[in-house]
């Protein structure tokens, strides 16, 4: 089984300061692990991906992720947040079993404020 | 060619009306998925196509019946659906089932009245 916890369902940042949005996994194989970006009535976009390479991942727009295998994390970083940024994160797990599916966090509101 | 498109982007039907959502990809992928997803809420897996066959139903009421014409296109085909069915529906590929990343299509928003 698997599964993800999305730490904070909402974060506010001022634009210019660092954005941290917090994911914990559980999973009984080898995961992957994403962060997908949805702007308000907009599809899914993929930000970044871990597969078992390397352990810091770096993404689109300036994000980037750190999978902890010890920690059981895979928390979403960008050094300096833009208004662009405002949007809804989810966190994403994967594995097949032969029961192929995405589990999906429920979601981290990111506001910024000017 | 990374994309996936559904159309329409908008969509109001009446309780009695018949309609379909299409989706239609081009990146060579085998497995298609739909995924509906109510406000404020995480994609909730609907069904999943592998090589044109359907592979998965999350217990998806009748009034939801998905097809599978060729590799690239998916449909789904809407009849009698009730108030509490508008929502975003998401379409999404990957190359198989077993690969891990999955592509989205920028969704059809669905309003039944």
């Known amino acids: 089984a698997q599964s993800v916890t999305q730490l904070d369902s909402h974060v506010s940042v001022s634009e210019g300061t660092p954005v941290l949005l917090r994911c914990n996994y559980s999973s009984s194989y080898s995961p992957s692990l994403f962060w997908y970006v949805q702007h308000p009535n907009k599809g899914l976009q993929l930000l970044l991906k871990y597969t078992s390479a390397a352990t810091l991942v770096k993404g689109i727009n300036g994000f980037e992720a750190e999978f902890k295998k010890s920690e059981t994390s895979f928390h979403l970083t960008k050094p300096s947040a833009h208004m662009s940024d405002a949007a809804e994160y989810f966190c994403v797990v994967s594995a097949y079993f032969g029961n192929e599916k995405l589990t999906f966090g429920t979601g981290t509101r990111l506001t910024i404020i000017p | 060619d990374t994309e996936v498109t559904q159309t329409p982007k908008h969509l109001v039907m009446g309780m009695t009306n018949k309609k379909s959502l299409k989706c239609e990809q081009h990146m060579g992928h085998r497995a298609m998925y739909w995924y509906k997803q109510k406000a404020k809420k995480p994609p909730e897996l609907m069904f999943v196509y592998s090589y044109e066959k359907l592979s998965i139903n999350e217990s998806v009421p009748s009034r939801f019946s998905p097809e599978c014409p060729n590799s690239s296109l998916l449909n789904l085909h809407l009849h009698a659906l009730q108030p509490e069915d508008s929502a975003l529906y998401l379409c999404?590929?990957?190359?198989?089932?077993?690969?891990?990343?999955?592509?989205f299509g920028q969704g059809t928003r669905l309003t039944v009245v």
């Open positions: 999404a590929s990957s190359q198989v089932v077993s690969d891990t990343e999955a592509f």
